[in-house]
T-cell receptor
Framework: AQRVTQPEKLLSVFKGAPVELKCNYS??????LFWYVQYSRQRLQLLLR??SRESIKGFTADLNKGETSFHLKKPFAQEEDSAMYYC???????????FGAGTRLAVHP | EPEVTQTPSHQVTQMGQEVILRCVPI?????FYWYRQILGQKVEFLVS????????KSEIFDDQFSVERPDGSNFTLKIRSTKLEDSAMYFC??????????????FGPGTRLTVL
């Protein structure tokens, strides 16, 4: 079955602390994975995708096929990072994104 | 930067009524999608559309739902006879590529549908 799991509903950290948002997937083929972010009252927007291997707003994510994970990391959290973060898997055969349940990141001053 | 737009932002309707949710995808995109998010739940895929036909639909997308691209710019989702459980945020998305080519899907701001 194709599935994305984000085990934490809420991650609460202080400004300047490291952040790791967990994402695990289940997919039989070669996965294409994305992180989307939704700031308060805004639309879902792409944060990064694994094939681009770039860092956006200080966030990085590495695909680990052995552990079937695509965790999102940032070394020093900022208050403006507070948002809802969704991990998503592209199901090519079905032309759709499969989303995880999302993790709310709250960064406190 | 071009964006996906959706209207209305909020729609309130009575159970059993028909609703049409409207989307204008990014102009050079060829693949269009609808997703929904019931309050407190995950974003769920409903349907994808390419070359004027449905390319994939989920089990949620039953006979009560239909999609259409009535002209060169709009992409609509129709719910024929709304149920209470159709209350959700509905997101439209579009991408330049699709099918076997994973491409970034750009999302609209959503339409909140409330069925009373």
């Amino acid at each position: 079955a194709q599935r994305v799991t984000q085990p934490e509903k809420l991650l609460s950290v202080f400004k300047g602390a490291p952040v790791e948002l967990k994402c695990n997937y289940s997919y039989s083929g070669s996965p294409e994975l994305f992180w989307y972010v939704q700031y308060s009252r805004q639309r879902l927007q792409l944060l990064l995708r694994h094939i681009s291997r770039e860092s956006i707003k200080g966030f990085t994510a590495d695909l680990n096929k052995g552990e079937t994970s695509f965790h999102l990391k940032k070394p020093f959290a900022q208050e403006e990072d507070s948002a809802m973060y969704y991990c998503a898997l592209f199901s090519g055969g079905y032309n759709k994104l499969i989303f995880g349940a999302g993790t709310r990141l709250a960064v406190h001053p | 930067e071009p964006e996906v737009t959706q209207t209305p932002s909020h729609q309130v309707t009575q159970m059993g009524q028909e609703v049409i949710l409207r989307c204008v995808p990014i102009s050079n995109h060829l693949y269009f999608y609808w997703y929904r998010q019931i309050l407190g739940q995950k974003v769920e895929f409903l349907v994808s559309f390419y070359n004027n036909e449905i390319s994939e639909k989920s089990e949620i997308f039953d006979d009560q739902f239909s999609v259409e691209r009535p002209d060169g710019s709009n992409f609509t989702l129709k719910i024929r006879s709304t149920k209470l459980e159709d209350s959700a945020m509905y997101f439209c998305a579009s991408s330049e590529l699709g099918l076997e080519n994973a491409d970034t899907q750009y999302f609209g701001p959503g339409t909140r549908l409330t069925v009373l």
